[in-house]
């Protein structure tokens, strides 16, 4: 168990819909990135804060967003979805972002959009 | 750009000793990793070397860099049926926050 949450764990939806998970780090963990594991694309990065702030940006398309909130857990908000979207969604989270800070990934939050 | 590249499949026989290779071609790579994931887990951190190393070992792994020619490998000592896994080579240099992810290696074990 890394210490990282994710919710829900499966999300099954429509083309078209929208959807939010949601990703609550290890306690103490400022940074939070996002990463989409699919088929066809392997394993990107799609978006990281640091302490409430956006502070890098992947391959994200402009139909996704994300956001960190005061408390430190992070959502990221998936909209107008594509079969194409079906994928894991992993969070991870570190202590820092600068130097060497080990990413430590939650269990993953598998969308199917059908 | 950065590319991370891995074979997609390994068999070996249980007792063997594994070895996963991964090239890269970001020469400003500081830290290269191997991740594991296991089936319906998410990654977990197995070992990470930086670049101004050639060599690392934590008990059955041993991680050999080649700088020059920006080659990883990961060699596990006395595969077990544990280690069955998709295994992922990533990099990650000093001034960026992501990290790059090879396709992942899928090591099966057989009796």
């Known amino acids: 168990d890394s210490g990282v949450t994710q919710t829900p764990k499966h999300l099954i939806t429509a083309t078209g819909q929208r959807v939010t998970l949601r990703c609550s780090p290890r306690s103490g963990d400022l940074s939070v990135y996002w990463y989409q594991q699919s088929l066809d694309q392997g394993l990107q990065f799609l978006i990281q804060y640091y302490n409430g702030e956006e502070r890098a940006k992947g391959n994200i398309l402009e139909r996704f967003s994300a956001q960190q909130f005061p408390d430190l857990h992070s959502e990221l908000n998936l909209s107008s979805l594509e079969l194409g979207d079906s994928a894991l969604y992993f969070c991870a989270s570190s202590v820092a972002e600068g130097g060497y800070n080990e990413q430590f990934f939650g269990p993953g939050t598998r969308l199917t959009v059908l | 750009g950065e590319d991370v590249e891995q074979s997609l499949f390994l068999s070996v026989r249980e007792g063997d000793s594994s070895v996963i290779n991964c090239t890269y071609t970001?020469?400003?790579?500081?830290?290269l990793y191997w991740y594991k994931q296991e089936p319906g887990a998410g990654l977990q951190l197995l070992t990470y070397?930086?670049?101004?190393?050639d060599m690392k070992q934590d008990q059955r792994l041993t991680v050999l860099l080649n700088k020059k020619d920006k080659h990883l490998s990961l060699r596990i000592a006395d595969t077990q049926t544990g280690d069955s896994a998709i295994y992922f080579c990533a990099e990650r240099n000093s001034s960026a926050s992501k990290i790059i992810f090879g396709s992942g290696t899928r090591l099966s074990i057989r009796p």
């Open positions: 070397i930086f670049s101004n190393m």
């Open positions: 970001d020469s400003s790579s500081t830290y």
